[in-house]
């Protein structure tokens, strides 16, 4: 599973940027979404936002933290609050919060809840 958290708001983005965030379902700030397998489209567009997002592979615990606090089990978009602790959101992994996070996605998600 695919979790991918949305960091940054609407200011200053390019209209394919905001468009690719609505496809994604990625409307407001700290707003996360679980793909289970993603496709060559989805991939498409994780590349043209990861500059934007946090991201990284979700392990079946996590998710199921989510779910119980946050969301059903059939919508897989859950709005999470600012991560405890406070993250940096103008650098990349692993100085800040954006981009690729493999497996540490896990504690910023579980910080978020």
Do not use: W
Not at 34 to 49: C, Y
């Amino acid at each position: 599973m695919i979790a991918i958290i949305r960091i940054t708001g609407q200011i200053n983005l390019s209209e394919n940027i905001k468009e690719t965030f609505q496809r994604l379902n990625l409307k407001k700030k700290y707003t996360c979404i679980v793909i289970e397998e993603m496709n060559d489209v989805q991939k498409g567009m994780l590349k043209k936002i990861k500059d934007f997002v946090a991201y990284g592979e979700l392990n079946k615990e996590t998710y199921d933290k989510l779910v119980e606090k946050r969301g059903q089990k059939e919508k897989n978009i859950f709005r999470l609050h600012p991560a405890r602790g406070g993250i940096n959101t103008k650098k990349a992994f692993p100085k800040g919060v954006l981009g690729n996070h493999k497996q540490e996605i896990n504690k910023l998600v579980e910080r978020m809840l």
